[in-house]
T-cell receptor, first 109, second 115 residues
Framework: GIQVEQSPPDLILQEGANSTLRCNFS?????LQWFHQNPWGQLINLFY???GTKQNGRLSATTVATERYSLLYISSSQTTDSGVYFC???????????FGEGTQLTVNP | GAVVSQHPSWVICKSGTSVKIECRSL??????MFWYRQFPKQSLMLMAT?????????EQGVEKDKFLINHASLTLSTLTVTSAHPEDSSFYIC???????????FGPGTRLLVL
């Protein structure tokens, strides 16, 4: 099956800093999503981005499908951004969503 | 937007008992729902795909007789953990394809603790 690797595994920032999270995947995909899992476990869908670039407030994401990676940018981070960020993909030939191991983000005041 | 709910949000049970978890799509119909399990500090692992009106498809290594899935309507799928043991303690999350078919909408999860 498809392999999904996220980096870094852990990231600690001061409030106001910017960060970039990366997601590499091993095969062609027709679905890629970024999620934020809050401390209570709820998964929040941030972006559906199988290709191209999208922006939503302080967050933006870019997927370069031909090179099999996606980036999530967080600007002017806030303490409420803390949590785990997951990348999940569905390979073109498949039907299931495969999650990466996540990036644990901690934003300190 | 599309919302998925789960009930209960948390449950504590004795070893050997069965626990039923409900997953409902609110304001939209979901022919396909997915059940995931997440252990502490780990990623989500797909357990099974639930199809309305037909048998669920289980991932390799997931015991279908232990994790019974019923998808009897277009808005409800249930997961029953039968004869639960402490190692079944986990965070169970369901999802459904949203109306556009582009992404997954996830429920808030159910924390199960088996004593």
């Amino acid at each position: 099956g498809i392999q999904v690797e996220q980096s870094p595994p852990d990231l600690i920032l001061q409030e106001g800093a910017n960060s970039t999270l990366r997601c590499n995947f091993s095969d062609s995909v027709n679905n890629l999503q970024w999620f934020h899992q809050n401390p209570w476990g709820q998964l929040i869908n941030l972006f559906y981005i199988p290709s191209g670039t999208k922006q939503n407030g302080r967050l933006s994401a870019t997927t370069v499908a031909t090179e099999r990676y996606s980036l999530l940018y967080i600007s002017s981070s806030q303490t409420t951004d803390s949590g785990v960020y997951f990348c999940a993909v569905k390979e073109t030939s498949g039907s299931r969503l495969t999650f990466g191991e996540g990036t644990q983000l901690t934003v300190n005041p | 937007g599309a919302v998925v709910s789960q009930h209960p949000s948390w449950v504590i049970c004795k070893s050997g008992t069965s626990v039923k978890i409900e997953c409902r799509s609110l304001d939209f119909q979901a022919t396909t729902m997915f059940w995931y399990r997440q252990f502490p500090k780990q990623s989500l692992m797909l357990m099974a795909t639930s199809n309305e009106g037909s048998k669920a498809t289980y991932e390799q290594g997931v015991e279908k007789d232990k994790f019974l899935i019923n998808h009897a309507s277009l808005t409800l799928s249930t997961l029953t953990v039968t004869s639960a043991h402490p190692e079944d303690s986990s965070f169970y999350i369901c999802s459904a394809r949203d109306l556009t078919g582009q992404g997954g909408v996830f429920g808030p999860g159910t924390r199960l603790l088996v004593l």
